[in-house]
């Protein structure tokens, strides 16, 4: 059956397409009768618009791309849940892809979404590009008239808004945190050695570390592949036999679960003299046991200041000014810490 269109409306009612698009968007120029057997007429022949010639009539589809590297990192659902809410609410569809941390997934994905289906993008960027030190894609992009805004993983060459989390300052925090509880052989557990969120926690670490007169020990310092997950604790059994570690910050959950582990195996009890503090602040921090103390990254917060900004871009055309938005980490006391406030009391 051929599909009904608006100028077979306004042949079977002999007006013009523009009164039949005018009466269908309940425009006031229109009577009220006319407006009424239109819509009704649509509506009995099964009326639908047509949102791709809309789209290309307008060059709006009211849809924006949001690119994340991987679908099991909690963060990066919460960051969604915050860029839906704020899309809902102000009248935008979105289209959720996943790199799956691949360099060439990512710039296929942003060149399929670039080709008429978005208005603007968000995204993070995947580890490959990130060691691959290739951004043409997003220059492209944004070369075609598509807003990107970048969150957590960002590029700092590529003219765009950008949300980020203070990594640097999480770490001294965590630092400082465990120095005040009354540990001080803290190791530094990363599995994002090679991407710059990992070297900002890292050296936050170290700042951490110096303010609090504490002689760096390299020894201390752990990186593991995040792919190697279920090797962790194998990884870290050795390492914790030989060294009088006391506490860990680690740069996601994971290798924190693993580490609390290896140390309770050892006889240590958290956290009278093991304390174990990780990145992120998600579902395996909640449930583990003791359940752990994190440096919470406000990943829906982050979602929906990138939402807001690509939208207030998308619809105020004129807005060439880029921006660096920072969401404050804070500590979130669980029971693989001491609490600060107890040991002051």
Do not use: W
Request: aromatic residues 8%; glycine residues 4%.
């Amino acid at each position: 059956m051929k599909r009904l269109t608006i100028k077979d409306i306004a042949n079977h009612f002999n007006v013009s397409i523009s009164t039949v698009s005018k009466a269908l968007n309940d425009s006031y120029e229109i009577s009220v009768s006319t407006k009424e057997k239109i819509q009704r007429f649509a509506k009995e022949n099964n009326y639908k618009p047509n949102f791709n010639a809309l789209s290309l009539k307008s060059r709006k589809t009211k849809t924006i791309g949001i690119i994340i590297p991987n679908m099991l990192n909690y963060f990066f659902a919460q960051v969604f849940k915050g860029v839906e809410k704020v899309a809902n609410k102000r009248g935008y569809k979105i289209i959720s892809c996943i790199s799956n941390e691949s360099y060439e997934k990512e710039k296929e994905t942003l060149e399929m979404l670039s080709n008429g289906s978005i208005d603007g993008v968000i995204v993070s960027i995947a580890e490959e590009t990130e060691l691959q030190n290739n951004f043409s894609h997003f220059e492209n992009c944004i070369a075609a008239g598509i807003p990107i805004v970048m969150f957590d993983r960002v590029a700092e060459r590529i003219n765009c808004d950008k949300v980020i989390t203070n990594d640097f300052d999480g770490a001294v925090n965590a630092v400082q945190h465990l120095v005040k509880t009354g540990f001080k052989n803290i190791a530094f557990i990363s599995t994002i050695s090679n991407l710059q969120i990992g070297r900002l926690r890292h050296q936050g670490y170290l700042k951490g570390l110096e303010k609090e007169n504490i002689a760096i020990r390299e020894d201390f310092i752990i990186n593991i592949k995040e792919d190697d997950y279920k090797e962790y604790e194998n990884v870290l059994t050795p390492i914790f036999a030989q060294k009088d570690i006391d506490a860990v910050i680690t740069t996601d959950e994971s290798s924190a679960i693993a580490a609390m582990k290896v140390a309770i195996r050892k006889g240590h009890t958290v956290p009278d003299n093991f304390s174990v503090i990780a990145f992120s602040n998600g579902i395996l921090a909640r449930h583990s046991s003791p359940k752990m103390t994190t440096v919470s990254q406000h990943g829906e917060q982050m979602g929906a200041t990138a939402a807001e900004k690509l939208i207030d871009k998308l619809e105020n055309n004129n807005d060439t000014h880029n921006e660096t938005f920072i969401i404050k980490t804070d500590i979130v006391e669980r029971k693989s810490t001491k609490s600060y406030m107890v040991v002051h009391n």
